[in-house]
């Protein structure tokens, strides 16, 4: 017991130094734990020797993450999209699939082996997609919902690959479709009638203490995860219906916060022992395969997305932006090379190619998504012959082609909101740009002039700038889009207003000498606002409470008037 927690303890502190550096580097934790297991393993120092007490971990890891993975599956995400990423993503798994077979079976490896390569490379990684799209705030943008649609369809298509594969003999022989369907039945209708049945009157009584709803859902997991292997399932198909039995309680969020960091523990040990498990005996040779492999999801992935993408009727632009977010494979892809390992349909080798491609690809695809724009930029010559006449971003808009606006705004989120308001009350000849096609779709319900357009597109600026507006307003928060905002329209004269939005007080003196007119600074405009308030109302508990009472109604009727 003593070596184990030794060993254990190893792990966890040069796995934290490694997570430090990668965060140095900008690098997903991810990619540290898997670094970490092949540093510690036979590859390197080949400290670890209980593989067996970390494949239980592992397992144990996996599972939580498919009673997560069931938890936050969030149907709506689907429909907002709507079936353009559903299309697309079971279209980029099926093509990125059979093109990974034949690479595979071109590369050497047997049929089975190379179906197991071409589903893997085919997957790309919510956890770090989701990541990335969200610190560069591009998760509400249209490439960004496709992306994550692409994921949540990914998602689904790997939990149904673990559960056909739990039917499968050792030997890989065959498979009872009859009596693996039979018995899922039966694994769904346990899930479903327990749901309506009992577990949301148990969660609700013991949602008023959180620890017994951590432990009660703890439970009910291991519950259906046992039900489920003694039907001849795996335990991840169990997990996996146990979080989506809990996915339309109200403490389906909570449960889902408070067993991430224990789902965290035991994920941190499955990417250490894939790590670890890597060895590379043929090293030149595997080297290629790994290099081939790589070059497969980094550019023939996106590639794949591209073209779909085109023929669906959309822009060159959002197609590359959607590609480059999933380039690169997943923890599901790791995930079902090993449970192929286990079953004799795969080497060891497969697993660790597998393994390598996904610390290249990992790596490479965090620099993509974090420079999509500029990649884009160099490749949209090669790209834009794609592009159908009637693209599907031009049916996003309400606006007349000959038609004079005098006013322009671009973003109507937050501070976007009372300034689009203000300016319908004033009934001025004004246009919308947002990047969000919901809010564009309800400006159209509302037949408020509007655009569907990132203002980082040179052609939605070149199409704006056809209107000669008379005043530009921003309320976009990137510096860098403001500031190609204020140069592009300060070219046709001084006589333009432009009114623009900075995060710093450094960023907006930028913006002034640039040629801004003025420059919003939010927290400066809203700490000013309070301040003025807390003047005339502090020493009056009257006037405050009247403020309260304006500010509660306008909050409930929020609601920009239609044109």
Request: net charge positive.
């Amino acid at each position: 017991m003593g070596s184990i927690f030794l060993e254990i303890g190893i792990i966890l502190i040069a796995t934290t130094i490694l997570v430090l550096l990668f965060r140095f580097l900008k690098q997903p934790p991810m990619l540290a734990y898997i670094v970490s297991g092949l540093i510690m393993g036979p590859l390197v120092f080949n400290i670890i020797k209980n593989q067996e007490i970390l494949s239980s971990f592992s397992q144990i890891g996996i599972a939580f993450l498919l009673f997560i993975v069931g938890l936050s599956l969030n149907i709506n995400i689907l429909r907002e999209v709507g079936k353009v990423s559903v299309i697309a993503g079971i279209g980029q798994v099926l093509f990125t699939g059979l093109l990974g077979w034949y690479v595979g079976t071109w590369i050497g490896f047997s049929a089975l082996e190379s179906m197991y390569l071409g589903v893997a490379l085919a997957f790309s990684s919510t956890i770090i997609v989701i990541k990335l799209l969200s610190d560069s705030n591009d998760l509400e943008t249209l490439h960004g919902k496709i992306a994550v649609g692409f994921l949540l369809v990914q998602d689904a298509i790997a939990v149904f690959l673990l559960i056909l594969l739990s039917s499968f003999n050792a030997d890989g022989l065959g498979i009872n479709i009859g009596i693996t369907i039979i018995k899922g039945i039966i694994v769904c209708g346990i899930a479903f009638l327990a749901s309506k049945l009992f577990v949301t009157n148990l969660f609700e009584k013991v949602a008023r203490a959180p620890d017994t709803l951590f432990i009660t859902a703890i439970s009910w997991c291991f519950a259906l995860a046992t039900i489920s292997y003694g039907l001849g399932f795996t335990l991840e198909m169990g997990a996996f219906l146990a979080g989506v039995s809990l996915a339309s309680l109200p403490y389906s969020v909570e449960i889902s916060n408070k067993i991430k960091p224990l789902r965290d523990f035991f994920i941190i040990l499955f990417f250490v022992g894939i790590g670890s498990s890597v060895v590379l005996p043929n090293l030149q040779e595997q080297l290629i395969t790994i290099i081939v492999l790589s070059l497969f999801v980094l550019v023939g992935k996106p590639l794949i997305v591209v073209i779909i993408m085109s023929i669906l009727g959309f822009k060159s632009r959002t197609g590359v932006l959607s590609g480059v977010a999933i380039a690169q494979i997943s923890e599901f892809s790791l995930i079902l090379v090993a449970v192929g390992m286990q079953l004799g349909h795969v080497s060891a080798a497969v697993v660790s190619i597998v393994s390598a491609v996904g610390i290249v690809t990992i790596a490479a695809s965090t620099y993509m998504i974090t420079y999509n724009e500029k990649l884009f930029a160099f490749f949209s010559k090669y790209v834009k012959w794609m592009e159908r006449k009637d693209i599907f971003e031009k049916k996003l808009s309400l606006h007349h082609e000959s038609k004079q606006y005098d006013v322009i705004l671009l973003g109507q989120h937050r501070i976007g909101y009372s300034i689009l308001k203000n300016l319908i009350q004033k009934k001025e000849r004004l246009l919308v740009v947002d990047y969000n096609p919901t809010i564009v779709k309800d400006l159209i319900a509302k037949k408020i002039p509007c655009i569907y357009g990132d203002v980082a597109d040179p052609d939605i600026l070149g199409e704006l700038r056809k209107y000669k507006p008379k005043i530009v307003i921003s309320t976009i928060h990137l510096f860098e889009d403001n500031l190609l905002v204020t140069k592009i329209f300060r070219k046709l004269g001084r006589n333009i207003t432009l009114i623009v939005t900075a995060s710093t007080i450094k960023k907006a003196l930028e913006l002034y000498a640039d040629g801004a007119d003025y420059v919003i600074i939010p927290h400066i405009l809203g700490g000013e606002k309070v301040s003025s308030m807390l003047r005339s109302t502090i020493a009056d508990k009257r006037k405050l409470k009247i403020l309260k009472s304006k500010h509660i109604k306008e909050l409930l009727n929020a609601e920009i008037p239609q044109q």
